[in-house]
């Protein structure tokens, strides 16, 4: 096992992690023709894997850029029904994922990307001020996973920020 207290550098606020990165989170899709054109059309992604899977049934398994070194792994199944779009951030069962957040590099970055998306995207909401950490919006992909774009304000994340009164750790 490697030692996590020397190979890896701590992130950007001191901390230290078990990896040094997170390589893909991997998700489902019912049409991966439209999951591409939505990630490459639409955000700007690429193509960084495509192949099908072993079994001779066709099925497609697509990696796709998002970051920086990180992907999004779609495999496809054309009888997958999506789970109906529910509102991020809000108590709800049947869905184990709530969304997936990507860091932009300051608000101009972020009034940009929601100029982009204005009228592109489903689920489309406003720029929020969350907790006044960070200035977000949501929406959701064609598969209805929702996606945050966010951007740090001058608060910014001060972590850790250990002040839970009931804490679980």
Known sequence: MPNTETAWP???????????AVHHVALVT?????????????????VAMSHRLPGGDGRR?????VAPNAVLAFFENPEAE??????????K???ALDHIAFFVE????LEAWYA????????????KNLQGMV??????????????????TPKGFDFPSLDDPDPAY
């Open 10 to 20: 701590r992130d950007r606020w001191g901390l230290k992690a078990p990896f040094a």
């Open 30 to 46: 019912n049409d991966m023709r439209k999951t591409v054109a939505f990630y490459r059309d639409v955000l700007g992604a690429e």
């Open 61 to 65: 398994h697509y990696f796709i850029t």
């Open 82 to 91: 999506p789970a109906a779009y529910q509102p991020p951030i809000q108590p």
């Open 93 to 95: 069962s049947g869905r």
């Open 106 to 109: 300051d608000d101009a970055a």
């Open 116 to 127: 982009r998306l204005r009228g592109r995207v489903d689920n489309l909401s406003e720029i």
């Open 135 to 152: 200035r977000a919006f949501f929406f959701s992909d064609p598969n209805g996973i929702v996606l945050e774009v966010m951007a740090e």
